[in-house]
């Protein structure tokens, strides 16, 4: 099993930055892909940015040019930089996990960007 826990989230002026950070840990073997995932108040969970072990990247548009993803393999760690703000970032943001096991979820973490 593989344990997920987010980091760093909280409340932030239209633009404005933040740093979130997630750490797996657990019996882990070899973790393929780890990304970040928002669900806004009546809307459906969506992709925010993914990288690979190899380090591709995939980011939604709608982040493009704001935020970056980042990955240590060897701490198995992800963490998603955010500038330039919108109220419209405001969400519960999510960590994903694969490895050959499957997929994993954390908590969550509350970003709200707010004046």
């Known amino acids: 099993q593989v344990q997920v826990a987010e980091s760093g989230g909280g409340l932030v002026q239209p633009g404005g930055s933040l740093r979130l950070s997630c750490a797996a840990s657990g019996s882990i073997f070899r973790i393929y892909v780890m990304g970040w995932y928002r669900q806004a108040p009546g809307k459906q969970r969506e992709l925010v940015a993914a990288?690979?072990?190899?380090?591709?990247?995939n980011y939604a548009d709608s982040v493009k040019g704001r935020f970056t993803i980042s990955r240590d393999n060897a701490k198995n760690t992800v963490a998603l930089q955010m500038n330039s703000l919108k109220p419209e970032d405001t969400a519960v943001y999510y960590c994903n996990v694969v490895d050959r096991a499957g997929g994993f979820w954390g908590q969550g973490t509350q970003v709200t960007v707010s004046s």
């Open positions: 990288i690979t072990s190899g380090g591709m990247t």
